[in-house]
T-cell receptor, first 114, second 112 residues
Framework: GAGVSQSPSNKVTEKGKDVELRCDPI?????LYWYRQSLGQGLEFLIY????????KSGLPSDRFSAERTGESVSTLTIQRTQQEDSAVYLC????????????FGDGTRLSIL | RKEVEQDPGPFNVPEGATVAFNCTYS??????FFWYRQDCRKEPKLLMS???SGNEDGRFTAQLNRASQYISLLIRDSKLSDSATYLC?????????????FGAGTQVVVTP
């Protein structure tokens, strides 16, 4: 497809389980971002990938959170030993990373921890 | 201090009226600016880029004030469908590549 694709759309899991979220960016986009958004709150930056540079992990809330990206393709966000406060919508966005180029968002993954 | 700050609102606007709000940024080297719109329980969507000379897109006008480090969005002839949260986005540069940063959003509620 032409847009950013995220999967799954919804994920319900029990506290303590690990989850893996996937993001497929727009082809050719070198920059990829992960955010999370709790209900009624703003976007919370998690991690930023730019090409083959070291990722900016400054937004990851704890060491239970990690993300990988292979080259300029798919990224996975992994949350280990999930907690109820991890419940949120996880949004992925990509951009070309160049001047004046905006981000384009996927539809998000709605994560619910029981 | 946050790098990008917005008045959270809500701005309650009668249908047909004009509403305007600002976004301030702290990095004087920022070069790219955008306004996004986010509807409830949806992903943010690009509304418009903001250019140095200011720009219009229909009922929406965006301005950039570099001296005071803020951008603004003005909505004329407000429609009920304009009710949303408007997010300001500013870049910060690292080694020639841009990392875009979001404000927390300004909520606009257009009432009949």
């Amino acid at each position: 497809g032409a847009g950013v694709s995220q999967s799954p759309s919804n994920k319900v899991t029990e506290k303590g389980k690990d989850v893996e979220l996937r993001c497929d960016p727009i082809s050719g986009h070198t920059a990829l971002y992960w955010y999370r958004q709790s209900l009624g709150q703003g976007l919370e930056f998690l991690i930023y990938f730019q090409g083959n540079s070291a990722p900016d992990k400054s937004g990851l809330p704890s060491d239970r959170f990690s993300a990988e990206r292979t080259g300029e393709s798919v990224s996975t966000l992994t949350i280990q030993r999930t907690q109820q406060e991890d419940s949120a919508v996880y949004l992925c966005a990509s951009s070309s990373g160049r001047v004046n180029q905006p981000q384009h968002f996927g539809d998000g993954t709605r994560l619910s921890i029981l | 201090r946050k790098e990008v700050e917005q008045d959270p609102g809500p701005f309650n606007v009668p249908e047909g009226a004009t509403v305007a709000f600002n976004c301030t940024y702290s990095n004087s080297a920022s070069q790219s600016f955008f306004w996004y719109r986010q509807d409830c329980r949806k992903e943010p969507k690009l509304l418009m880029s903001v250019y140095s000379s200011g720009n219009e897109d229909g009922r929406f006008t965006a301005q950039l004030n570099r001296a005071s480090q803020y951008i603004s969005l003005l909505i004329r002839d407000s429609k009920l469908s304009d009710s949303a949260t408007y997010l300001c986005v500013v870049n910060s540069w690292r080694g020639g590549w841009g990392k875009l940063q979001f404000g927390a959003g300004t909520q606009v509620v257009v009432t009949p």
